[in-house]
């Protein structure tokens, strides 16, 4: 749908003359030209035949070789029907991962089903793999551009890339092609949510369920909403368990479950349903994120914590939550170096938060004292908690103190910061492993 195509050639306007041979040829021949057309006139009939006969020798000829060219012989592929089933049962029991593959070797036999292109790129935001998704959904949008489906899962992708605003229009285009998706409506919601638009939010959602009252995503979103907004916690659980009744698979769902049963003390319920998800899914990053923190902070157990951070890590070495949790973990751990490489790669990737700042100072100060690099990532760090929509003191406390430890003062940090790149630049003083 969104090929390029190369601007037409257009020939350089040509000098013109004021006298051209061409005129010179025209009186010549024209005569000649009239005189031959009035003699075939008058031996119409006798030349008629062969005439008749070689157009239309020339017809049949051009005739077989566009139909040649418009119809070429296919080439016979495999009966998809077999896989597509087996897709659709790994789909149903959870098993996202299996289901994707293959879901994907599928897809160049039905390249326009936009179920299957949907479900590849739910999966994948499932899987924790948003960029991965948000290409998947534009290939939905690029099967059927009609679809509503397809431009509601654009929307939810481009949500979990940070882009809500744009996870809005793609839900509204959703809703111009099908004004009753309570699917695209929900979807909406949570683009709303996410753009910090709670009361539409919140209002859009309960339309959601208005228009389908067994609409998992409505009730997803809803448990969201009810969950880190309202802080109904109760009636989030309500929400996520009916969800997970009309759409068991719901990884998403599961894991946010268990950050509610983290949140009220339930720390064994979130590792036991954690563990059941990556058992299905081994490779899911928010399932191991979300169990390495439980281990670590509700069971104290550093050592597997940071063999699933590292598993994170590995799986996807851009992961921005996998990568500041392992360096966490290695830095209580007393693994000064290694914290400083994992917090090092994190800044490198352009981080805007101002946690992962204040983490990577205090590593350059822990492993070699190095109050030049810290303060570089101090006063970036203090300008990215200032401008944001909910400054948080305790924070700004920090980076002001350890400004003030290096030297240096809050009252030095001005707009012009350091790119991330020279942030990320090996220090004189880099430790060794």
């Keep these: 749908m969104y090929l390029r195509t190369p601007k ?111 479900r590849v790129a739910l999966g994948l935001l499932m899987d924790g793999r948003d960029a991965d998704g948000l290409e998947a959904a534009e290939g939905a949008v690029n099967a059927n551009p009609y679809s509503a489906d397809a431009w509601a899962i654009r929307s939810f992708a481009l949500t979990e890339n940070l882009r809500p605003e744009e996870g809005i229009s793609s839900a509204l285009q959703a809703l111009n092609l099908d004004r009753e998706s309570a699917r695209a409506t929900a979807y909406l919601a949570y683009a709303y949510f996410e753009a910090n638009q709670i009361d539409r939010a919140e209002t859009t959602v309960d339309r959601a369920l208005e228009l389908n009252p067994e609409s998992p995503e409505a009730y997803f979103v809803r448990g969201y909403i009810n969950h880190y907004s309202r802080f109904l916690l109760d009636d989030a659980r309500e929400d996520y368990l009916t969800a997970l009744q009309y759409a068991p698979n719901m990884i998403d769902v599961q894991i946010n479950l268990s950050w509610l049963d983290w949140a009220v003390s339930n720390y064994e319920d979130a590792r036991t349903r954690l563990l059941s998800l990556i058992e299905l899914n081994p490779n899911n990053l928010d399932a191991l994120y979300a169990l390495g923190f439980v281990t670590y902070q509700a069971f104290g157990e550093p050592q597997q914590a940071l063999d699933l951070m590292e598993r994170c890590v590995g799986i996807d070495p851009e992961n921005r939550a996998c990568l500041y949790y392992l360096g966490n973990i290695q830095r209580g751990l007393n693994l000064n170096a290694e914290a400083l490489e994992t917090y090092r790669s994190l800044i490198a990737l352009g981080t805007e938060d101002p946690r992962h700042y204040l983490a990577a100072a205090r590593a350059y100060l822990d492993s070699a004292g190095d109050c030049r690099s810290a303060v570089d990532l101090l006063q970036r760090g203090l300008t990215l908690e200032r401008s944001s929509d909910a400054p948080d003191v305790d924070r700004m406390a920090s980076f002001e103190e350890l400004l003030q430890t290096c030297g240096s003062s809050a009252a030095d940090v001005s707009d012009g910061t350091p790119e991330a790149e020279d942030l990320a630049a090996t220090p004189e003083s880099t430790p060794q492993n």
Excluded: C
């Design 8 to 118: 037409r050639y257009r020939p350089g306007r040509r000098k013109r003359h004021l006298f051209s041979m061409r005129w010179l040829w025209l009186w010549v021949l024209t005569p000649i030209v009239a005189f031959g057309g009035w003699q075939i006139y008058q031996q119409r009939d006798t030349l008629r035949p062969p005439v008749e006969q070689a157009i239309g020798n020339v017809v049949e000829a051009i005739g077989g070789g566009i139909a040649t060219a418009v119809a070429p012989t296919s080439t016979p592929r495999a009966d998809p029907s077999d896989r597509l089933a087996a897709a659709e049962g790994a789909w149903t029991t959870g098993a996202i991962e299996e289901a994707i593959d293959a879901y994907e070797e599928v897809l160049p036999d039905v390249p326009n089903d936009v179920n299957v292109h949907y």
